[in-house]
C-alpha cells in the first residue's frame, strides 16, 4: 500500500499561535486529500479535504496548503485554541478508488 | 441527516472466542461502507470496504471477514479471536463514487482477554 508520512509526530503551541501539521505521498494517482481530527476516546471526523486541481482550502481557522509538484500539504491552524488539541490524521486516495491510505497522525497540544 | 450507528460500544471477549460487531447507517441510500481498526495511539487501518449489497472487498487479512446483508448494514465478525485483535473498530460511510469524504460511526471498543 503506497504511503503517506506525516509529521511531527507530536506537536505543541500556545494558545494563539498557528500550528502547522505535514503530510507528504508518492502515489501521483492520489486526488483527494482530507484532514480528520479525532478527539481522546472519540471517533475520527472530518475536518476539511482538498483536490489537486487547487493549491489551498480554507475553512474558517484551518487551512490545506497543496503543493502538487513536491507531493506535499499541510494543515494551518491559526489562532490555536486549547480545545483544538487532539490527533489529526491526513489521509489521500486516488480518485474512483476506495482505498485512502492513513498516515500515523499528529498528536497536538495547545497550551493555554 | 445522516446517522451511523455502531453496536455494541464496547466488547471484552475471551481469545478464542466469536465476535460480531455491526453498523447501521440511516439517510443515506447505497452508501459506501467501510470498516477499520485502529489500536490505542495508532493510525486508521482499513479493514474492508462494499459499495454494494452483498459485496464485499477485504483490504488486510486479519482473520477478520465482513458481510453486507442489506444496504444499510455493514457486519464484521470472526470465529476465533486472537488477542491481537484487541482495539477499536470503526464503521464509515461515503457518498458517491470513490472513497472521498469519509464519515464514521462512534466505534466499539474491542478487549481480547
Known sequence: ?112 | AQTIHQWPVAEIKAVGSPLSLGCTIKGKSSPNLYWYWQATGGTLQQLFYSITVGQVESVVQLNLSASRPKDDQFILSTEKLLLSHSGFYLCAWSPGLGGGEQYFGPGTRLTVL
Open chain 1, 1 to 112: 500500500q503506497q504511503q503517506v508520512r506525516q509529521s511531527p509526530q507530536s506537536l505543541t503551541v500556545w494558545e494563539g499561535e498557528t500550528a502547522i501539521l505535514n503530510c507528504s505521498y508518492e502515489d501521483s494517482t492520489f486526488d483527494y486529500f482530507p484532514w480528520y481530527h479525532q478527539f481522546p476516546g472519540e471517533s475520527p471526523a472530518l475536518l476539511i479535504a482538498i483536490r489537486p486541481v487547487s493549491n489551498k482550502k480554507e475553512d474558517g481557522r484551518f487551512t490545506i496548503f497543496f503543493n502538487k509538484r513536491e507531493k506535499k500539504f499541510s494543515l494551518h491552524i491559526a489562532d490555536s485554541q486549547p480545545g483544538d488539541s487532539a490527533t489529526y490524521f491526513c489521509a489521500a486516495s486516488p480518485g474512483g478508488n476506495y482505498k485512502p491510505t492513513f498516515g500515523k497522525g499528529t498528536s497536538l497540544v495547545v497550551h493555554p
